[in-house]
C-alpha cells in the first residue's frame, strides 16, 4: 500500500477536517464498491492460475498421473487433485 501525504492531495480545509480526528497518523480510505477488484484481477495472477489448472486439466485427462503432475508443475498431490475435481465439480453443476 502506497502512503500519500494528505497535504500533496486534499485541500486545506479538507486537512484541517481530519487533523481534528487523526494527527500524524494513518488512515485507510476504501474504495468504493464498485471499484473493488477480485483476488489476482489487477495483477492478472487469476488469469495465470486458470490457465495453469487448465493445463493440468489437460495433461490428467491425455493420461498423466496425479504424481507426475505434481511433479512437474512443483505442486502438492493434494493441490493437483484439487484442481482436477474442484473442476469436475464446476462443469457438473
Known amino acids: 500500500m ?4 494528505a497535504n500533496v492531495i486534499l ?10 480526528y487523526v494527527q500524524a497518523g494513518y488512515i485507510y480510505v476504501p474504495a468504493k464498491e464498485e471499484q473493488h477488484k477480485a483476488w489476482g484481477e489487477l495483477s492478472g ?3 495465470e ?4 489448472n487448465g ?3 489437460s495433461e490428467y485427462r491425455q493420461g498423466s ?4 503432475l505434481a511433479d512437474r ?5 493434494s493441490a493437483i487433485r ?3 475435481y474442484q473442476r469436475k465439480r464446476k462443469k457438473g453443476k
Not at 2 to 5: F, P, V
Not at 12 to 19: A, I, K, R
Not at 65 to 68: A, G, K, L, Q
Open 45 to 47: 495472477y487469476r488469469e
Open 65 to 68: 498421473s496425479v504424481e507426475e
Open 82 to 84: 484439487k484442481i482436477i
Open 2 to 5: 502506497k502512503y500519500i501525504n
Open 55 to 57: 493445463k493440468i486439466i
Open 11 to 20: 485541500p486545506d480545509e479538507l486537512v484541517e477536517e481530519l487533523q481534528k
Open 73 to 77: 508443475y512443483s505442486l502438492s498431490i
Open 49 to 52: 492460475l486458470e490457465k495453469r
